[in-house]
């Protein structure tokens, strides 16, 4: 190419020209890669963002944390030694195989055999007992079949009478008794265990092999025969003081997803106290809590984790009291977004400490927190959210901030319903009831995976709450089926006062 000094005006401007132009390409073309840069940083940040969340510092379920690339949950500091050992504390109650005085049967032991001399043992001389031992064993298990013949008797009056079949019997010539019939559904809803293998269980242990239509079956029967207690203790939730409510995904009927839906599955909706468990299967959306037993509360305080719907007012006008276990696990994911401002820990020290001074109370049978202690702790309470609020002027661009933001001013605006349990111990702090509730659906899905039929899972949850509720009242669940099955259900006692 020539010097610029060798070329003429028109060959200078045709040479200035395609250099603006390629300089006009070159800034298009790094004003997009610009804006391609700053979408990936950002995308990126959203997934370093997502992978970041478990059951440590969001609503996540602990199964979740071992998904790939997630990052696990920071380990609490451990605290200072107490100098206690290890293992049962001296004083402390235990628990041990004892001695009874009772035993169901004696057998009496010689020894056998021939002594040194030749003599045979079995004439010797009885010296006494110089040892003894109870050995705890159950029996060898076997069906057993008892033929009942039913008789007809005539009275003397000419009125005739016919006996009745024994508790638990079906109609037909032959029938599973009751006890194997609670067996098998205390297998399949308590321990999650598919209805084939507890056919094979059942072989293994008695030698009686039912088809799995006859124990899934058991399902229907079962759920039928708890219709009304089902509906007792839903009466009973109403009139509790407060009421625990959780909802979780629950892969129920076939893999293909419902015409608007994302994924195949509904809810599980609980609602529970300390002495009942309500269970429904749904949707997660505003008919179905309309149809649960949260629509029915009167005047009780509802415990739940801020899902949009328990606030609807097209369900109903509830005093509330936000789990505060959701509001901690949300207070460790700001400390991730802002890592150098202290409000974060002092809100969670301050609500932790809250939490600790109501068990204490509750467990000394006081009335309320000291009003010293409590007053300080809602003092720090107060001023780590305002300096939070301060300090978060705008959501901001970063993944997590806008969540941080909009949880600092649920903390403010509704204040009452985050302590209300400072000021009343009848009311729990967080929804972990609900939460331990809900727990055996998630080891039942990770056992058994989907529940092909939505009306067997319905049957399968109305047990759950029979069962879960008379467990909670100190019953043998195995029993209270036995109960059930035999036309005799175990029944809650009216709700306590209080």
């Not at 010296?127 to 013949?149: A, F, M, N, S, W």
């Not at 509704?414 to 609900?434: C, H, W």
Request: net charge positive; proline share 7%; aromatic share 4%.
């Amino acid at each position: 190419m020539r010097a610029p000094e060798e070329l003429s005006r028109e060959e200078l401007i045709s040479v200035l020209t395609a250099r603006d132009a390629r300089i006009a390409e070159q800034d298009a073309r790094i004003a997009e890669l610009s804006r391609a840069n700053a979408d990936l940083a950002a995308r990126l940040a959203r997934l370093e963002h997502l992978l970041s969340r478990n059951s440590g510092n969001s609503s996540m379920p602990p199964s979740r944390d071992a998904d790939p690339g997630k990052t696990p949950p920071v380990k609490p500091k451990r605290r200072r030694g107490s100098g206690r050992g290890r293992g049962k504390q001296p004083g402390a109650p235990g628990t041990h195989l004892a001695w009874t005085d009772t035993p169901n049967a004696r057998i009496d032991r010689f020894p056998t055999g021939r002594c040194g001399c030749g003599a045979e043992l079995t004439g010797a001389t009885d010296l006494g007992i110089v040892d003894r031992y109870q050995q705890h064993e159950i029996p060898d298990i076997e069906v057993r079949i008892t033929q009942y013949d039913q008789h007809q008797v005539r009275c003397r009056c000419g009125a005739a009478h016919a006996a009745t079949r024994p508790e638990g019997a079906r109609t037909g010539p032959v029938g599973y008794g009751p006890n194997l019939q609670a067996l098998a559904v205390y297998l399949m809803v308590v321990q999650h265990i598919p209805a084939h293998r507890v056919v094979e269980l059942l072989e293994s242990l008695t030698g009686a092999a039912p088809s799995v239509g006859f124990v899934h079956g058991m399902l229907a029967r079962t759920a039928t025969l708890l219709g009304e207690v089902d509906q007792r203790i839903r009466a009973l939730i109403t009139l509790a003081y407060a009421v625990c409510a959780d909802e979780t995904p629950l892969r129920v009927g076939g893999a293909t997803p419902r015409p608007g839906r994302k994924k195949a599955e509904k809810y599980l909706l609980v609602a529970c106290t300390e002495l009942y468990t309500h269970y429904l299967v749904g949707d997660r959306d505003l008919d179905t809590f309309r149809k649960s037993v949260i629509a029915e509360l009167d005047g009780a305080v509802l415990v739940h984790d801020r899902y949009a719907t328990y606030d609807s007012k097209k369900l109903g006008e509830f005093t509330h009291q936000l789990c505060c276990q959701h509001i901690l696990r949300d207070l460790d994911g700001a400390v991730e977004v802002y890592p150098d401002v202290e409000w974060p820990p002092q809100i969670a020290r301050a609500l932790r400490g809250l939490i600790h001074q109501a068990n204490l109370a509750r467990a000394a049978g006081a009335e309320a927190i000291d009003p010293a202690v409590r007053d300080r702790l809602i003092d720090e309470f107060h001023h780590g959210v305002r300096v939070g609020l301060s300090e978060t002027t705008r959501t901001g661009d970063r993944p997590g901030e806008r969540k941080t933001r909009c949880l600092l001013e649920v903390l403010r605006d509704r204040e009452p319903d985050v302590l209300r349990f400072a000021f009343d111990l009848r009311v729990p702090p967080t929804s972990n009831q609900a939460e331990r509730d809900l727990r055996p659906a998630k080891v039942q899905q990770n056992i058994s995976g989907r529940l092909t039929s939505e009306a067997r899972t319905k049957d399968r949850y109305r047990i759950s709450g029979y069962l879960s509720t008379a467990v909670k009242h100190g019953h043998n669940g195995l029993r209270v089926l036995h109960d059930a099955i035999v036309g005799r259900p175990w029944t809650p006692p009216e709700l306590a006062p209080g």
